[in-house]
C-alpha cells in the first residue's frame, strides 16, 4: 500500500539536542511538507519541498533544518534554537505544486521535552 | 493575508442528528477548500474536497459547497454516528502561494454521543 510513514510516534528532547523526524513516503509525489500543529490549533508550514535537492522556508521555520536528498525522504531536524518544540509534527505529501492538488498526512510525531 | 475561520467547539451531538460545520475564508487569488478530519493521536485525512466556486464536495455522508459569494465552505453531514468523532479542520489553497501551503482554520471538535 502507498502512503507515508513517519518515525518515531513519540520523541523526547533534552535540552540542547538536535532531534530528527523522519518522514518516507512511496507515493511518488514530487511535494512534500511539514507542519506543525499546536493544542486547540490548525496546522502551520515549517518548511516544503517541490523538488529533490530543493526547499523553501514556511511561516515558522526558525530553529529548523530540513533535507531531501531523495524524492522520497524528507526528514526534519529540530535543532536547539526551537525554544519551544513541543508539538505535534505533521509531515505531508503531494503530486504536485499546491492549487487543487491534495495533500496527504502521515500519522505524526510527538514530540516532548525532558 | 488568507485565512480560514470555523466554528468553535465542542460540538456536541446525539447519534442521527443534524451537523453542520462552519467554516468561512479569506482569499486574495482563487482558493481550492478542504475539509480534512483528524481522529485521536492520528494524522489527517481528507474528508472532501472542491476545486471551484458551485462545486460540491461529497465523501461518507458530508458534503460541502464552495460558495464564492459568501466566501463560505460549510461541512453538512444528515445523520453522524457516534464513529464521526473527532477534529475537523477546513482549510485552503491557492496555487502559487509558498508551494499551495495549506491554511487551517483552528479545528472543530465534535462529539457524538449514543
Known amino acids: 500500500d502507498g502512503g507515508i510513514t513517519q518515525s518515531p510516534k513519540y520523541l523526547f528532547r533534552k535540552e540542547g539536542q538536535n532531534v530528527t523526524l523522519s518522514c518516507e513516503q512511496n507515493l511518488n509525489h514530487d511535494a512534500m511538507y511539514w507542519y506543525r500543529q499546536d493544542p486547540g490549533q490548525g496546522l502551520r508550514l515549517i518548511y516544503y519541498s517541490q523538488i529533490v535537492n530543493d526547499f523553501q522556508k514556511g511561516d515558522i521555520a526558525e530553529g529548523y533544518s530540513v533535507s531531501r536528498e531523495k524524492k522520497e525522504s524528507f526528514p526534519l531536524t529540530v535543532t536547539s534554537a526551537q525554544k519551544n518544540p513541543t508539538a505535534f509534527y505533521l509531515c505531508?505529501?503531494?503530486?504536485?505544486?499546491?492549487?487543487?492538488?491534495?495533500?496527504?498526512f502521515g500519522p505524526g510525531t510527538r514530540l516532548l521535552v525532558l | 493575508g488568507d485565512s480560514v475561520t470555523q466554528m468553535e467547539g465542542p460540538v456536541t451531538l446525539s447519534e442521527e442528528a443534524f451537523l453542520t460545520i462552519n467554516c468561512t475564508y479569506t482569499a486574495t487569488g482563487y482558493p481550492s477548500l478542504f475539509w480534512y478530519v483528524q481522529y485521536p493521536g492520528e494524522g489527517l485525512q481528507l474528508l472532501l474536497k472542491a476545486t471551484k466556486a458551485d462545486d460540491k464536495g461529497s465523501n461518507k455522508g458530508f458534503e460541502a459547497t464552495y460558495r464564492k459569494e459568501t466566501t463560505s465552505f460549510h461541512l453538512e453531514k444528515g445523520s453522524v454516528q457516534v464513529s464521526d468523532s473527532a477534529v475537523y479542520f477546513c482549510a485552503l489553497t491557492i496555487l502559487h502561494n509558498q508551494g499551495g501551503k495549506l491554511i487551517f482554520g483552528q479545528g472543530t471538535e465534535l462529539s457524538v454521543k449514543p
Open positions: 505531508a505529501s503531494s503530486i504536485g505544486e499546491g492549487g487543487s492538488e491534495t495533500q496527504y
